[in-house]
């Protein structure tokens, strides 16, 4: 997502108190290999795209599945604005994407308010499923969530639907009917299903990025995206008998005291019993931290934001906690960067974690120095989405200052650029792959494209 103060001019301002370049000289040992030469890793150079769209490796192509304002819904309507966290499906005919569309309420293309769909009239965000044949050729698209606010990312779940995430803490007034900042559920097969949208507010109430779930205890792992103080990372926690299945998350919401079903709780890090006021702590790939969880006093923030229940020395705190996926028995999520002027103690732009629920440890396992100039390519900065590769290591969506990229980042944590933002500077958002590898989403947010990638995903990578 992007901030109301761009990193761009919290680059600049740091740069012109003399910070900016603070970690410029030792960047080899704070970045890792945040900083490796693309030749290093990946699928080789990318080619520069003629049309000016996406550029890719050479024998990568791309189709453009959905573009706002120009391909149309099926109730007649153009595709919304600023698409975001997306996750794919497999159905008979091919798949369907549920894509989220991150509508504050001043993009030209919200998504459209259809009767029985809509939670609430006076916001303008939701989502649309995109279905696509076998080859990412677009076939129809159609709203399944409306009247939601600020949909960033959000998590699949092992009984196939999706968790689309509010980035809000927006009360109503005299725009909006209701509380907004709550997490819903999207059936991407049955669309009565997605009747009458019910917030999943057990789950909390704040300005959720992520979710991701463990599909073997059902537990969901929140990241929030907050400052003023800094953000949180959640857990939540099933009652006894909940079983993970469709519909269980709905019966449980609708259930007598389901506003605070479970239990809802914040992470707590140390390191030799030293307890871990920020993740910016950590600097060197490989730090690890104990974990802790700290219960929620009021999940719903009746009147007071849940981040500033805690005090500093009950809870670990991190800028920019983004996207998260659920892979090798645990949890990738990101920090996007840090800043001494946003409460940060060191400065990044951008670290990866692992969340290992049977150690109960957090690992550091990629951190990208501050990027002295985002217009040189190789230098990434701000990872937001991520998702795990079929093909091994991760996918970063950049949604830095300068170049946009995709981002990979493999086994040995070395980083290589998989995609290039020709046509504007805004972030890449949403990178998710077929169960069978052969196809890659991903979403350019503005001017909001979908694009569907191909090419030799098995070649063996440099």
């Not at 309507?77 to 569309?101: C, I, K, M, Q, W």
């Not at 919200?110 to 009239?121: C, H, I, K, Q, S």
């Not at 230098?379 to 995709?406: F, K, Q, R, W």
Request: charged residues 20%; negative net charge.
């Amino acid at each position: 997502m992007s901030t109301p103060l761009s990193r761009r001019n919290l680059l600049r301002a740091s740069t012109l108190g003399g910070l900016g370049i603070a970690f410029a000289g030792s960047a080899a040992a704070i970045a890792g290999p945040a900083y490796a030469h693309p030749k290093v890793a990946g699928y080789g150079p990318l080619v520069t795209d003629p049309a000016g769209v996406l550029s890719l490796p050479e024998g990568f192509s791309y189709r453009v599945v959905a573009e706002a304002g120009v391909s149309v819904l099926e109730s007649g309507e153009f595709t919304p604005s600023d698409a975001d966290g997306t996750a794919v499906f497999r159905t008979p005919g091919g798949y369907t994407l549920v894509n989220n569309h991150e509508i504050g309420g001043g993009e030209p293309y919200g998504v459209p308010a259809l009767p029985g769909l809509t939670f609430d009239p006076g916001a303008h965000g939701g989502t649309t499923n995109i279905d696509v044949d076998h080859h990412g050729n677009r076939v129809r698209e159609y709203v399944s969530l409306a009247g939601t606010h600020n949909n960033c990312a959000g998590g699949i779940t092992p009984w196939g639907t999706w968790l689309t995430c509010e980035e809000t803490e927006q009360r109503a007034n005299a725009v909006f009917q209701f509380d907004h900042g709550w997490v819903f559920e999207v059936d991407p097969h049955d669309r009565s299903a997605n009747l009458d949208p019910v917030p999943l507010k057990f789950l909390g109430r704040y300005a959720h990025e992520a979710v991701a779930v463990d599909p073997k205890t059902n537990e969901i792992y929140l990241t929030e995206d907050a400052s003023g103080p800094n953000g949180l990372y959640f857990r939540w926690v099933p009652p006894k008998h909940f079983k993970g299945r469709k519909g269980e998350l709905r019966k449980l919401a609708l259930s007598e005291g389901g506003d605070t079903a479970g239990t809802l709780q914040a992470l707590s890090a140390s390191l030799d019993g030293v307890h871990i006021t920020d993740l910016s702590q950590a600097l060197t790939p490989g730090t690890k931290y104990d974990v802790t969880w700290v219960d929620v006093p009021d999940r719903l923030a009746v009147t007071t934001s849940v981040r500033k229940q805690f005090t500093n020395d009950q809870v670990t705190r991190a800028r920019k906690l983004e996207g998260q996926w659920y892979g090798d028995k645990g949890v990738y999520f990101v920090s996007s960067y840090a800043r001494h002027s946003d409460g940060s103690l060191n400065e990044h732009d951008g670290q990866v974690w692992f969340y290992d629920p049977k150690r109960e440890t957090i690992e550091l396992v990629t951190i990208f120095g501050v990027n002295p100039d985002p217009s040189v390519e190789g230098a990434y900065d701000g990872p937001d989405n991520i998702t795990v590769s079929p093909y091994g290591g991760l996918i970063l969506a950049e949604d830095g200052e300068g170049l946009s990229h995709l981002v990979g980042v493999n086994d040995r944590g070395e980083t290589y650029p998989l995609g290039r933002n020709e046509a504007s500077e805004s972030e890449f958002t949403g990178p998710t792959f077929t169960e069978d590898g052969r196809i890659l989403f991903a979403n350019i947010q503005s001017p909001g494209l979908v694009f569907a990638i191909t090419g030799p995903w098995g070649r063996k990578q440099h």
